[in-house]
């Protein structure tokens, strides 16, 4: 069955078309797990904060009568705890982000190889 060059033609623009927005998703998909882990550090930061102020290797800027104190460990501790499983939720989504983005690469890389051999057999078919 021989393709038409017009009909070659449209399947060359939908491939380099289709090519073009699995680079643009890529792209987004690499900026989205930058913002990631940017926020991961910063996050990071509070907890080790927040462990320097429970070990009193810092000192704590908040001023309260030894009763208080207890309530204010234990709030500091569940504000870590929570941080924590945070992180964990955000380690485990850039993973996934980073495994799509590694995914849709290998797919453009089929698609660009596939677009090469479309064009190395459109020129032959044009030769005969």
Do not use: W
């Not at 939908?14 to 930058?34: G, I």
């Not at 429970?54 to 104190?69: A, D, F, H, Q, R």
């Amino acid at each position: 069955m021989a393709i038409s060059n017009e009909q070659s033609k449209n399947l060359k623009e939908n491939t380099v078309a289709k090519m073009e927005t699995t680079n643009v998703t890529a792209t987004h998909l690499k900026e989205n797990s930058q913002n990631k882990e940017v926020n991961q550090t910063k996050e990071t930061t509070k907890v080790d904060i927040i462990e320097k102020q429970l070990n009193g290797t810092e000192p704590n800027n908040t001023e309260s009568k030894p009763e208080n104190s207890d309530k204010v460990n234990q709030e500091l501790v569940d504000e870590a705890l929570e941080l924590r499983d945070r992180l964990k939720l955000l380690v485990s989504s850039i993973s996934k982000v980073k495994r799509t983005c590694e995914k849709l690469e290998h797919e453009n890389q089929n698609l660009q190889d596939y677009v090469g051999y479309l064009m190395s057999s459109g020129s032959f078919i044009a030769n005969k």
